[in-house]
């Protein structure tokens, strides 16, 4: 008698059919892992943001960057880039997402936070409303 060493074709066949199952049902799921935990991330540095815009408005009477006093802000996330659009008595925080990354199909679209504390999603689609900004 032969002693058989190894996987038969067929044995072979069927875990990677398995795997790949597998991955497919897993792999969904993550990347909504993945876009859940980036619009966590940017929404904690916008309220940051926010708070540093603050503290400079207490100080230098302006949200604006005097001569002598600059605030400096972030400038995003690996998924977002944020960009602050600030005068005397005003400001708006923008977190656009960033071409071609896995952000571009999440329904909540971009953030925005101003001085107001007033939140919006800019060009957001379908049900975005719920759970964009953690609630």
Request: hydrophobic residues 40%.
């Amino acid at each position: 008698m032969k002693q058989q060493n190894g996987l038969s074709l067929i044995e072979l066949l069927i875990v990677i059919a398995v795997v790949g199952i597998l991955a497919g049902i897993a792999y969904p799921g993550y990347s909504d892992q993945v876009r859940k935990a980036a619009r966590t991330e940017i929404v904690g540095l916008l309220f940051t943001s926010a708070q540093q815009l603050e503290r400079h408005y207490s100080r230098a009477g302006q949200y604006s960057d005097s001569e002598a006093l600059v605030t400096s802000l972030s400038s995003g996330t690996a998924h977002y880039r944020l960009q602050a659009v600030r005068d005397k008595e005003s400001f708006t925080l923008l977190a656009r997402r960033l071409a071609g990354g896995l952000m571009m199909a999440d329904p909540c679209g971009d953030f925005a936070l101003d001085q107001a504390g007033v939140r919006s999603n800019p060009d957001s689609f379908g049900n975005a409303g719920s759970g964009c900004w953690g609630g």
